[in-house]
C-alpha cells in the first residue's frame, strides 16, 4: 500500500507539496458554495490580482534558495511605483519606469553587498532596508496618493491582449524565464549549491559570492518591475502598500516548499504558494467574510500549512 | 558462547534483530560484555555497529531478542531511561551544546537535583578531576577541542553514574597524543569497574586496550574473542569477508619532471612554505594535526589568503585568489570534511558530481541537458559507487561511496593535482583499498597528489616523497621507502636531532 502511494509521481507531489493540497481543498469546497467562484471573470480576476506578489514572489524565491531573504521588497516595491510616476513629467514614461527598475536593482545590489559580501544577517539587513525605503516613500509622497497624469500609464497593467489581461501575461511570461532561470542555467544550480551548502560550493570552484550577490540584485529588479505595475494597475504611486506585502511574499514562497535553510523548492512550488494566498483572498471574499477575520484565518492557515508539513516530515523520518 | 556466568556479564545481547525497509541491518545478533573490561567492536561501514549501540540506547527499538543489561531484561527503552540505569553513549559528533559552559552541558536538564549553577560547577570539577582533566567548569564548550569535548561527554557520562559506556569511534578527530590521553582514560575507567565497549575502524587501538573484539559484517555478529587470540590479518580478513593481501597496493612507478613549484607560502599559521610536486607523484604530507598541513594546501587551493606567495605550475606563474581560480589553474580537492565541505548530502548522487564541471556541459550559462545527463551515470560506473540510482540523495550512502562521489566530480574536469585531505576518514577497509588504487590510477595517468593523512601508516605507503610539518614550516623531506618510521615522525614533531 505504502510502497504503490510512493511510486505514484502524482502523489509523491501531492505529499512534497503544502500548498497543492489546501487549494484542492478550497477548489472542492467551492463546487458546493452558491458564489459566483467558478465563472471565467472570477477566475481570471483572482488571477490577475495574485499577478504583483507573484512576480515579487519569483524574485525572493533566489535568495531563498541561495540561503538568504529578501524581506526590503515591499520597500522596493512603493519607492519604485512612486518613481515610475514622480519622473514622468521629467523625462516622460518609459525612461521613469526604466529608472524605477533601475533603482530596485541598485537596492538589490546594496542588500547582496551587505548580506553576501558583508556577511551580515539578510533577515534583519533587508527587514531594515525595507522600513528604511518605507521612510522614503513617505517622505516622497507626503504620505498623500500620488496619481499619474499620462493616459497610457494606467493600460500598462489594465490592458488585455487577445481578451487575457496584460497583468496575467506579463506574470506568465516572467515565471517561464525564471523558472527556466532556475533550471536551466549555470547561475539557478550555483543558487541551489549555495543554498545546499555553501562550503560545499565554495570548495567547487562556484563563484558563490558573485551568484548569491545577483540574487539580491535580481530580487531588487523583479521587485521594483511589480512596483511600476502596480502603480499602473491603480494609476497612483502610494507609500501605504507595501507594508504587509514583503512578510506576506516570503511566507507564501517557503509555504510552497521553498525552505528558508536553502537549497530546496522553485520557482513552481514559490507560484503554488501564492495561488493558494491569492485563492483564499477571493474564496473568502466571496464567502462575504470580513477583513479582520480574513487576516486572521490567512495567519491560520500559513501556521496550519508549516505545521502540517513538519508533522509529515517528522512522520517520514521516523517511518525509515 | 562464552563461559561465563549471567553475573559476570554487564550486558547480554542475545539474538538481536532489526529490520529497516529492504535492509536486515541486524541479524540474531548475540554479543556479552564481561563486567569491567574494554570491548571492542570492529566491522566495516553499515556492518551494523551503530544500529546495534543506537537499539542498546533506545534511540531504536528492536524486532526480536532479549537484552540484559545489568541483570535487568531491558524493553521498550528510551535514551533518557538508559542514561538513569547506567548505560551511556558517547557519540561520534558529539552531543553537546556548543554556547553554554562545561559544568552546564554536564548537568544539562539537572540543575535542580544538583542545587542550582553552583553545585553544578562543583560536581563538575569534581568528576573532571576524577579523570585528570583540568579544563574550566566555566568555558564554553565552543571554545574546546574535540578531545576535551569527549573528556566533558565522559565526565557526563560518569555523571549518571554509568556501569557502561560505549564510544562510537571516538579516535577519527583525535592527534596521537590526545589519543594517549583517551587510552590512559578508558584504562582507568576500566580499573574503576565500568565497563566499555569500543567502536573503531583503528584496528591499532582495538590492539592497544581491548581485551574481546566482536566483528561484525553485514548485520552479522561474526566472531567475539579475546584480543590476544586475534592477528591484524585474521581480523580484517573477517571484516569484509575476504583475504585483503596488502592493505596498500604498491607506489605509482614513473615519477616524472616537475609539475608545480610553490615558493614561500606565508599566512598566520604558515612560515615561509616552499616545495614542488612532480608528475604522477604521490607527496604526502606529514605532521600533528594543528601543524599547518590544512592549511598549507588551503592556501595553495585558494580557500584562505595567503601572503606573498606564489604558485608556478609548468614554470608558469598562476595567480590563485579563490578555489574558483584554482579550478580553472587544474587543481581538485578532497577536502578534510567530507560533510562539511565536500558534499550537499540531501543532494542527489548526480548533482553532486556534476556540481564542478558545470562548464563542460553549458554554453553561455545555459545548460545542456542532453550533455549533462550521462555525468552521474558514467562515474558512478567508472568509479564503481554503490548506489541504486544516481538519483538518490548521496547522503544515503556509505562514507566509501560518498567519497568515491566527490573523487568522480573532480575527475571530470581532469584535474592535474589533486589535494587529498584525510581521503579516507571514516572509511572502511575494504573501501580504503580502492581509495588507495584510484589514487594509484590517478598518479600514472600523469596527474599528482598531494596526501595528508593523519594515519601515518597511509601516508608513508602510499606516498613516493614526505614532507614533514612542524609548526608551520617545513621540517624535512623524506622518501618513504626507505626512511625509518621513527626518523620522520621525529621530524614532524619538530626534533632537531633525528635518531640514526
Not at chain 1, 65 to 87: E, F, M, Q, R, T
Not at chain 2, 105 to 125: P, Q, V
Not at chain 2, 159 to 175: G, H, Q, R, V, Y
Request: hydrophobic share 45%.
Amino acid at each position: 500500500m505504502v510502497l504503490t502511494l510512493r511510486s505514484n509521481p502524482l502523489v509523491g507531489i501531492l505529499t512534497k507539496q503544502k500548498a497543492l493540497p489546501f487549494i484542492l481543498v478550497m477548489l472542492v469546497g467551492m463546487l458546493f458554495s452558491k458564489t459566483r467562484f467558478y465563472t471565467p471573470y472570477n477566475l481570471l480576476d483572482m488571477l490577475n490580482s495574485s499577478s504583483i506578489l507573484l512576480i515579487l514572489a519569483f524574485g525572493v524565491t533566489l535568495t531563498i534558495v541561495a540561503g538568504g531573504c529578501d524581506l526590503s521588497i515591499g520597500g522596493i516595491l512603493v519607492v519604485s511605483g512612486i518613481l515610475s510616476i514622480k519622473l514622468q513629467p521629467v523625462m516622460g514614461m518609459w525612461p521613469a519606469i526604466l529608472c524605477a527598475i533601475v533603482f530596485g536593482l541598485l537596492i538589490g545590489f546594496v542588500n547582496g553587498f551587505l548580506v553576501v559580501h558583508q556577511k551580515t544577517e539578510p533577515f534583519i539587513i533587508t527587514l531594515g532596508m525595507g522600513l528604511l525605503l518605507t521612510g522614503v516613500a513617505q517622505q516622497l509622497t507626503d504620505a498623500h496618493p500620488l496619481p499619474s497624469q499620462i493616459s497610457d500609464f494606467m493600460m500598462i497593467s489594465n490592458g488585455t491582449f487577445y481578451g487575457l489581461p496584460n497583468l496575467v501575461i506579463i506574470t506568465l511570461v516572467l515565471f517561464l524565464l525564471s523558472a527556466w532561470l532556475m533550471r536551466y542555467t549555470q547561475f539557478g544550480r550555483n543558487l541551489y549549491a549555495i543554498g545546499g551548502d555553501y562550503e560545499v560550493a565554495r570548495y567547487s570552484g562556484i563563484n558563490v559570492i558573485r551568484t548569491k550577490w545577483l540574487a539580491f540584485v535580481l530580487s531588487g529588479g523583479t521587485a521594483a518591475f511589480a512596483g511600476f505595475l502596480l502603480s499602473s494597475k491603480l494609476n497612483t504611486g502610494s507609500a501605504i502598500y507595501g507594508d504587509l506585502t514583503a512578510l506576506v511574499v516570503n511566507c507564501g514562497v517557503v509555504v510552497g516548499g521553498t525552505s528558508f535553510a536553502g537549497g530546496i523548492g522553485g520557482i513552481p512550488q514559490s507560484a503554488l504558494g501564492l495561488l493558494a494566498f491569492g485563492m483564499l483572498d477571493n474564496v473568502m471574499n466571496m464567502l462575504d467574510i470580513t477583513s479582520y477575520i480574513q487576516i486572521l484565518l490567512k495567519g491560520a492557515v500559513i501556521v496550519a500549512i508549516i505545521w502540517l508539513d513538519s508533522f509529515a516530515q517528522k512522520r517520514k523520518r521516523e517511518a525509515i | 558462547m562464552s563461559a561465563s556466568s549471567d553475573s559476570e556479564l554487564i550486558i547480554s545481547i542475545r539474538d538481536v534483530s532489526k529490520t529497516f525497509p529492504g535492509v536486515r541491518a541486524l541479524d540474531k545478533v548475540s554479543i556479552d560484555v564481561r563486567k569491567g573490561s574494554v570491548h571492542g567492536i570492529v566491522g566495516e561501514n553499515g556492518a551494523g555497529k551503530s544500529t546495534l549501540m543506537k537499539i542498546l540506547s533506545g534511540v531504536y527499538q528492536k524486532d526480536s531478542g532479549t537484552i540484559v543489561f545489568d541483570g535487568e531484561q531491558i524493553e521498550g527503552t528510551t535514551p533518557q531511561q538508559s542514561m538513569k540505569r547506567g548505560l551511556a553513549i558517547i557519540y561520534q559528533e558529539l552531543n553537546l551544546v556548543s554556547t553554554m559552559s562545561v559544568g552546564e552541558n554536564i548537568f544539562l536538564g539537572r540543575f535542580k537535583e544538583m542545587k542550582g549553577m553552583r553545585g553544578s560547577h562543583a560536581k563538575a570539577r569534581e568528576l573532571l578531576d576524577s579523570i585528570d582533566c583540568k579544563v574550566d567548569t566555566h568555558k564554553l564548550v565552543s571554545q574546546l577541542s574535540v578531545s576535551l569535548k569527549q573528556m566533558v561527554e565522559i565526565a557526563k557520562a560518569l555523571s549518571f553514574k554509568s556501569k557502561l559506556i560505549i564510544m562510537d569511534e571516538p579516535s577519527s578527530s583525535l592527534t596521537a597524543e590526545e589519543m594517549a590521553e583517551l587510552t590512559k582514560i578508558i584504562r582507568q575507567l576500566r580499573e574503576q569497574g565500568i565497563s566499555i565497549i569500543y567502536i573503531s575502524h583503528k584496528l591499532d587501538e582495538i590492539f592497544e586496550f581491548c581485551d574481546t573484539v566482536t566483528v561484525m559484517r553485514d548485520g552479522h555478529a561474526i566472531d567475539t574473542r579475546p584480543t590476544l587470540e586475534f592477528t591484524r590479518n585474521d581480523m580484517i580478513t573477517k571484516m569484509v569477508g575476504r583475504a585483503i593481501e596488502n592493505e596498500y597496493p604498491p607506489r605509482p612507478a614513473k615519477v616524472g619532471g616537475t609539475l608545480m613549484e610553490v615558493r614561500s607560502i606565508t599566512t598566520r599559521k604558515l612560515k615561509d612554505v616552499s616545495f614542488t610536486l612532480r608528475e604522477g607523484e604521490i607527496l604526502g604530507f606529514v605532521g600533528l594535526v594543528g601543524a599547518g598541513r590544512t592549511e598549507i594546501v588551503r592556501a595553495v587551493f585558494g580557500a584562505d589568503k595567503a601572503r606573498g606567495h606564489s604558485v608556478f605550475i609548468g614554470g608558469k606563474r598562476v595567480p590563485i585568489r579563490n578555489p574558483r581560480d584554482a579550478k580553472r589553474a587544474g587543481f581538485g580537492l578532497i577536502p578534510e570534511d567530507r560533510k562539511l565541505q565536500g558534499l550537499i548530502l540531501p543532494f542527489s548522487v548526480e548533482t553532486n558530481i556534476s556540481m564542478a564541471s558545470m562548464d563542460n556541459f553549458s554554453r553561455f550559462g545555459f545548460i545542456r541537458r542532453s550533455l549533462e545527463k550521462g555525468i552521474g551515470e558514467r562515474q558512478v560506473k567508472a568509479l564503481s559507487v554503490k548506489t541504486p540510482s544516481v538519483r538518490v540523495p548521496v547522503g544515503n550512502l556509505s562514507g566509501g561511496n560518498q567519497q568515491k562521489c566527490i573523487v568522480g566530480r573532480w575527475l571530470e574536469i581532469a584535474p592535474k593535482i589533486f589535494i587529498m585531505d584525510e581521503p579516507t576518514k571514516g572509511i572502511d577497509v575494504g573501501a580504503k583499498y580502492e581509495i588507495y588504487l584510484l589514487m594509484k590510477r590517478i598518479a600514472e595517468d600523469g596527474g599528482a597528489i598531494i596526501l595528508i593523512s593523519s594515519e601515518l601508516p597511509e601516508v608513508l605507503n602510499m606516498s613516493n616523497r614526505v614532507l614533514t610539518i612542524f609548526e608551520g614550516r617545513i621540517t624535512g623531506e623524506f622518501d618513504p621507502a626507505v626512511t625509518a618510521v621513527d626518523r620522520i615522525m621525529a621530524s614532524a614533531l619538530g626534533m632537531k636531532e633525528v635518531p640514526a
